[in-house]
């Protein structure tokens, strides 16, 4: 589907969402997916209808908690990870140890970083509102640039060009609550 940041892939089960890329091309989108899924790919547009309708409020900057059935493949500890992903308000960070305390595990940052990255719903399931403890602007699967993209969306930074984050302390748009500082 088209958007004002480019175009993004979807895909999904009959039990709900299990990728979406915001990123990319079609044909790495695909090759993901085989990787994942042992599937039969059929495109059928009408399945998307809630994604595009929420998306849509996305993209018009309305507070957007994607609220979607998905199908997420992975470990129990990945899983636990995405989920404490999707807490973070639009607009706001989170730190990977906050992640990793969310998932039950605080001494597991570095696994919890990992999960981040293993995130197979980037933008839906939010992980490039995740940034280090300290306040520097961390890695993303997508590429810097299109982190700084999504971030300056979400008003963190005021353009993405070049390096917003540089000289900017981000924890100042970690959520009120002291402890996704962690």
Same mark, same amino acid.
């Given at each position: 589907? =088209? ?25 790495g ?18 399945? #998307?209808?809630?994604?595009e ?10 507070? !957007? ?12 500890f ?20 906050? &992640?990793?305390? $969310?998932?039950?595990k605080?001494?597991? !940052? ?14 839906? +399931?939010?992980?490039? $509102? !995740? +940034? ?9 699967? =997508? ?29 100042? #748009?970690?959520?009120?609550?002291? &402890?996704?500082?962690?």
């Amino acid at each position: 589907m =088209g958007t004002p940041l480019g175009d993004m892939w979807a895909a999904t089960s009959e039990r709900g969402l299990v990728g979406f890329n915001s990123s990319g091309t079609r044909e790495g989108f695909l090759a993901e997916l085989a990787k994942r899924w042992k599937a039969d790919f059929v495109e059928e547009p009408s399945k #998307f209808a809630e994604l595009e309708r929420q998306l849509g409020r996305y993209f018009r900057k309305e507070y !957007v908690k994607f609220d979607l059935p998905l199908d997420q493949k992975g470990t129990d500890f990945q899983k636990r990870v995405w989920n404490a992903i999707s807490e973070i308000p639009y607009g706001k960070l989170a730190s990977y140890g906050w &992640i990793a305390w $969310r998932a039950g595990k605080p001494e597991a !940052v570095r696994a919890a970083g990992n999960a981040v990255s293993a995130n197979p719903l980037g933008l839906i +399931v939010p992980c490039h $509102r !995740v +940034v280090h403890g300290d306040g520097t602007i961390g890695g993303f699967g =997508g590429g810097l640039p299109h982190k700084r993209q999504l971030l300056a969306w979400e008003g963190i930074f005021s353009t993405p060009e070049g390096e917003p984050e540089r000289g900017v302390d981000l924890r100042g #748009f970690f959520d009120s609550s002291p &402890i996704r500082a962690l």
